[in-house]
Nanobody
């Protein structure tokens, strides 16, 4: 499988917003549960949000109500809309399939200044 390609990160002030995109070259993308993960310096990678093939979603408690995951199956793309960003959201963000993940991509850096 080809690595996912993430984009859309950047530097924002606390309270700001970013929209991340991830293109995943999966033959069965439309039925694959996808997720966004993040890894902050010195910490383990954590799952932030997931979306099933039927577009059911789930979020870790720390981002519930602030982040929204969505998908466009015609474009093999998963999005993460991030609002009310906080310094603790600073991390490299990755996307991947939850089951049978591909090799990890390079991710996209999100930096939130206070």
């Amino acid at each position: 499988q080809v690595q996912p390609v993430e984009s859309g990160g950047g530097l924002v002030q606390a309270g700001g917003s970013l929209r991340l995109s991830c293109v995943a070259s999966l033959s069965a993308f439309s039925i694959t549960t996808m997720a966004w993960y993040r890894q902050a310096p010195g910490k383990q990678r954590e799952l932030v949000a997931h979306i099933t093939g039927g577009s059911r979603t789930g979020y870790t408690d720390s981002v519930q109500g602030r982040f929204t995951i969505s998908r466009d199956n015609a474009k093999n793309t998963v999005y993460l809309q991030m609002n009310s960003l906080q310094p603790d959201d600073t991390a490299v963000y990755y996307c991947n399939a939850v089951l049978y993940p591909a090799s990890w991509g390079q991710g996209t850096q999100v930096t939130v200044s206070s």
